[in-house]
T-cell receptor, first 110, second 117 residues
Framework: GEDVEQSLFLSVREGDSSVINCTYT??????LYWYKQEPGAGLQLLTY?????DMKQDQRLTVLLNKKDKHLSLRIADTQTGDSAIYFC??????????FGPGTRLSVLP | NAGVTQTPKFQVLKTGQSMTLQCAQDMNHEYMSWYRQDPGMGLRLIHYSVGAGITDQGEVPNGYNVSRSTTEDFPLRLLSAAPSQTSVYFCASSYRMRGLVGNTEAFFGQGTRLTVV
């Protein structure tokens, strides 16, 4: 079946860039998403990319998509302590369902 | 516009008890779904619905029932609670995907933290 993989932990220093990586298996994925979850809260959409795009930039966020390698990354520029959270990569295909990765816990050190 | 509303936020059950987790959305979304979140495992799909009267099983449906009598509501029933069902449960809704037209992000409720003792 479909599978989405992410590394579980990432630590960066405040002001540095963070890069969170994700790989997926479903070649029919149309939209790929990044969600953020803060402690005790639900998931909130950060950004998304359509599968025929290579890159999308949205303020401090840059999403890169390598369709050939089925690799998605999220870069957060000038990472702040408020960026500490769990980040989920997700794909959605014509089957209507979302498949989520295990989440990457980002810790921002002062 | 309340978005996706889940109740209760917290619940403690004894093994063997039954209960219903409520989910309601006011965005006229056709697609609704239930996930459970366990440490290191991401979100796993329990059941989903693509419209009123239509439900289907996800990855981990055993021990759970759903129904979709209206577009707005999608309750999740635990038939006989077990400690393995201790988890955080999320309801999500979105528009159905129709070809390549428009983003159809999922909107999430705030979660129900369930403990079964």
């Amino acid at each position: 079946g479909e599978d989405v993989e992410q590394s579980l932990f990432l630590s960066v220093r405040e002001g540095d860039s963070s890069v969170i990586n994700c790989t997926y298996t479903d070649s029919s994925s149309t939209y790929l998403y990044w969600y953020k979850q803060e402690p005790g809260a639900g998931l909130q959409l950060l950004t998304y990319i359509f599968s025929n795009m290579d890159m999308k930039q949205d303020q401090r966020l840059t999403v890169l998509l390598n369709k050939k390698d089925k690799h998605l990354s999220l870069r957060i520029a000038d990472t702040q302590t408020g960026d500490s959270a769990i980040y989920f990569c997700a794909e959605r295909d014509y089957g209507q369902n979302f498949v989520f990765g295990p989440g990457t816990r980002l810790s921002v050190l002062p | 516009n309340a978005g996706v509303t889940q109740t209760p936020k917290f619940q403690v059950l004894k093994t063997g008890q039954s209960m219903t987790l409520q989910c309601a959305q006011d965005m006229n979304h056709e697609y609704m779904s239930w996930y459970r979140q366990d440490p290191g495992m991401g979100l796993r799909l329990i059941h989903y619905s693509v419209g009123a009267g239509i439900t289907d099983q996800g990855e981990v449906p055993n021990g759970y029932n759903v129904s979709r009598s209206t577009t707005e509501d999608f309750p999740l029933r635990l038939l006989s609670a077990a400690p393995s069902q201790t988890s955080v449960y999320f309801c999500a809704s979105s528009y159905r995907m129709r070809g390549l037209v428009g983003n159809t992000e999922a909107f999430f409720g705030q979660g129900t933290r369930l403990t079964v003792v």
